[in-house]
């Protein structure tokens, strides 16, 4: 009980070490699947899936007796670190031990392979993702809502919005209904796609079948408005939002701050920071690096001076995107900042690269 406890109070490191200890000190005493349990989920959450793979190979080892809790944490720890392979197996392992894969199994190994789609083979891991569920259907398990709005946001990134409609369509045909997210997915790929009467026909669609936008839907739309640069039509839905018992995220506040920055209009760009402040939003770092990057590229080099101190003076901690802006729009225009008071011991690090 001492590891479930360590591991429950966030000291999964430290639950780790009693775990092995107690392993070298009692080899006969078998832990319960409970503490084991316990024990990995903290080791995942702490992004150690290296110490829940040791924690596992151990716990088998003093006879422990899985259950599916064990294996679908541990495969979405792997999942996690693009480890899809080796998930793949432990998920191949649960019939051994007299188990059978859950739909939640099936979930993560799915939602695991689509979490690569960024990188070189996008196309491979949806057949793989696929080959998944096809699985599933072999063996009885029945795919639900979270199933396919995995596959409807995996073809809605690369851009396959047929596919993405059609995996939608197949869900209703299976008596599953679509939710808002499996909407947000789709609004995010025709919005990227530019098919704004696609976009139109969803929003009607959502409207008829009585589901209800949420904040993403929101920020979907204002980031596609912004980006076709009618900022102010995305002021109307930041209008709505608040209509409609809706809180817009510092996301949705510095997304119109952007548009607005890209537009020229530094004046309305500063109506919305104030609306930010107006509604307990504090301004971050990705507010100020907006406004920053407006003023070095109109050549405003006393005004970003004036912002940065003031981002300073607020405890506000530059980013590595704050850096890149100083040193390419004043630093290497021949302008070095002037960091007032207790910042001043900064200003090295702040104009050097």
């Not at 191949?92 to 188990?99: A, E, S, T």
């Not at 506040?253 to 920071?273: L, V």
């Not at 990057?293 to 003031?310: I, P, Q, R, S, W």
Request: proline share 3%; net charge positive; with cysteine.
């Amino acid at each position: 009980m001492l590891v479930a406890a360590l591991a429950k109070d966030s000291q999964p490191l430290v639950a780790f070490e009693a775990f092995l200890l107690a392993s070298a000190d009692y080899p006969r005493h078998r832990p319960s699947v409970f503490s084991v349990n316990a024990l990995l989920a903290a080791l995942v959450r702490a992004d150690r899936i290296d110490f829940a793979e040791k924690a596992f190979r151990v716990a088998l080892r003093r006879r422990v007796s899985p259950d599916l809790f064990t294996f679908n944490i541990v495969i979405s720890g792997l999942c996690k670190i693009g480890q899809l392979r080796k998930a793949g197996d432990v998920a191949k392992d649960i019939r051994v031990w007299g188990l059978a894969p859950s739909v939640v199994t099936y979930n993560t190994l799915i939602n695991g392979h689509l979490n690569v789609l960024d990188g070189f083979c996008t196309r491979g891991m949806m057949v793989e993702a696929e080959d998944w569920i096809d699985g599933m259907a072999q063996r009885e398990v029945k795919p639900n809502v979270v199933t396919y709005n995995t596959l409807v946001n995996g073809y809605s990134r690369l851009g396959k919005m047929e596919e993405a409609v059609a995996v939608k369509e197949a869900m209703a045909g299976k008596g599953i209904s679509p939710n808002v997210k499996t909407y947000n997915c789709l609004l995010a790929g025709f919005i990227s796609s530019c098919d704004w009467r696609s976009v139109s026909g969803l929003l009607d669609e959502m409207k008829e079948k009585g589901v209800r936008g949420d904040v993403i839907t929101y920020n979907e739309l204002i980031n596609g408005l912004c980006c076709k640069g009618e900022v102010w039509k995305a002021v109307k839905l930041l209008d709505e939002m608040f209509e409609v018992g809706l809180e817009p995220r510092h996301l949705t506040y510095n997304t119109i701050i952007q548009g607005f920055c890209e537009k020229g209009d530094i004046k309305a760009a500063y109506e919305i920071r104030s609306r930010m402040n107006k509604s307990k939003k504090r301004a971050n770092v990705v507010t100020y690096n907006l406004f920053l990057k407006y003023f070095c590229k109109m050549g405003k080099m006393e005004e970003a001076n004036e912002l940065l101190n003031e981002m300073l003076e607020k405890c506000i901690v530059p980013s590595g995107v704050t850096y890149e802006i100083i040193n390419a729009g004043m630093v290497e225009k021949g302008f070095v900042p002037d960091i007032r008071g207790y910042a001043t011991d900064n200003s090295k690090s702040l104009t050097s690269s």
